[in-house]
């Protein structure tokens, strides 16, 4: 073959940049950090540190999202939040969550056995998004996050069990990208690399201390027929709730659960 067959059979496999696509993908990052503002939403100045743009460009991003519906702007605070379209536009796909319809059972066994706070969080994409909550038979339930709660992987007990079932290098690559969101959750990079490598040898997450002070979570993670990881099933309980040798009971009961889960949405 010719150089210069070579060469235009090189151009051939060149796919030049979509048009637009870099500005979609930074509507969709201020939407995601926007998400996890929940109601109460979140000011401009933490979007701006969270997504790494520029306050320019996210003042542009918002304003537009706003015109379209996608966002609204709370003129008592100033903080924006997700509009009310995006569930609107969320009916179209009714259906339940899949591995939450899957899981259903196994989480009502599971909370029964446990007696203390379960939840079920599912990856997507850099986050955790909590889907289900289950609440237990014991008189002090730890209510520390709300089904639909949304936060970057590497802050709940949970993203760290997920990451922590990731081949190293993918959840380091994932670890550098939420840095900058660490900061609200008083965390970093180093230390969620720490507690990662920490699980990755347990077999599970432990959570000395979780999102609530005098608590402690206890997180396994959850597994496609291909072997990614995809959510977590987490148990989250006042400290005296889970001691040495009870801590090593609700682990096995939550790999259990876990695996059950995994047996179900297949």
Same mark, same amino acid.
């Given at each position: 073959?010719?150089?210069?067959?070579?060469?235009?059979?090189?151009?051939?496999?060149?796919?030049?940049?979509?048009?637009?696509?870099?500005?979609?993908?930074?509507? *969709?990052?201020?939407?995601?950090?926007?998400?996890?503002?929940?109601?109460?939403?979140?000011?401009?100045?933490?979007?701006?540190?969270?997504?790494?743009?520029?306050?320019?460009?996210?003042?542009?991003?918002?304003?537009?999202? =706003?015109?379209?519906?996608?966002?609204?702007?709370?003129?008592? %605070? #100033?903080?924006?939040?997700?509009?009310?379209?995006?569930?609107?536009?969320?009916?179209?796909?009714?259906?339940?969550?899949?591995?939450?319809?899957?899981?259903?059972?196994? *989480?009502?066994?599971?909370?029964?056995?446990? #007696?203390? %706070?379960?939840?079920?969080?599912?990856?997507?994409?850099?986050?955790?998004?909590?889907?289900?909550?289950?609440?237990?038979?014991?008189? =002090?339930?730890?209510?520390?996050?709300?089904?639909?709660?949304?936060?970057?992987?590497?802050?709940?007990?949970? #993203?760290?069990? =997920?990451?922590?079932?990731?081949?190293?290098?993918?959840?380091?690559?994932?670890?550098?990208?939420?840095?900058?969101?660490?900061?609200?959750?008083?965390?970093?990079?180093?230390?969620?690399?720490?507690?990662?490598?920490?699980?990755?040898?347990? #077999?599970?997450?432990?959570?000395?201390?979780?999102?609530?002070?005098?608590?402690?979570?206890?997180?396994?993670?959850?597994? %496609?027929?291909?072997?990614?990881?995809?959510?977590?099933?987490?148990?989250?309980?006042?400290?005296?709730?889970?001691?040495?040798?009870?801590?090593?009971?609700?682990?096995?009961? *939550?790999?259990?659960?876990?695996?059950?889960?995994?047996?179900?949405?297949?």
């Amino acid at each position: 073959m010719s150089k210069r067959r070579q060469a235009m059979k090189s151009d051939d496999k060149v796919q030049p940049p979509r048009k637009g696509a870099q500005t979609i993908r930074r509507a *969709l990052a201020v939407l995601r950090i926007l998400a996890a503002g929940r109601e109460a939403g979140l000011p401009l100045a933490e979007v701006v540190q969270a997504t790494g743009l520029t306050r320019p460009t996210v003042h542009r991003l918002v304003h537009v999202l =706003i015109e379209e519906g996608i966002v609204e702007r709370n003129e008592k %605070t #100033g903080r924006y939040a997700v509009g009310r379209q995006v569930p609107e536009l969320a009916l179209a796909r009714s259906t339940r969550f899949p591995l939450a319809a899957a899981a259903d059972d196994v *989480l009502s066994r599971t909370s029964r056995a446990v #007696g203390d %706070t379960l939840f079920l969080t599912v990856r997507t994409g850099n986050d955790t998004l909590c889907v289900d909550r289950r609440i237990g038979s014991y008189p =002090i339930q730890v209510l520390s996050i709300e089904v639909g709660a949304r936060r970057p992987l590497g802050v709940s007990s949970a #993203g760290v069990a =997920i990451l922590a079932a990731m081949p190293a290098h993918e959840a380091r690559k994932i670890v550098t990208a939420n840095e900058v969101r660490f900061a609200p959750y008083r965390t970093d990079a180093a230390t969620v690399l720490t507690q990662i490598a920490v699980a990755r040898r347990r #077999g599970y997450n432990l959570r000395e201390v979780g999102l609530v002070q005098e608590t402690k979570s206890i997180s396994t993670w959850i597994k %496609t027929a291909d072997n990614r990881p995809i959510a977590a099933l987490t148990v989250s309980a006042v400290r005296v709730r889970l001691g040495p040798r009870r801590e090593h009971e609700v682990a096995e009961i *939550l790999l259990e659960a876990a695996h059950a889960i995994e047996r179900a949405a297949r």
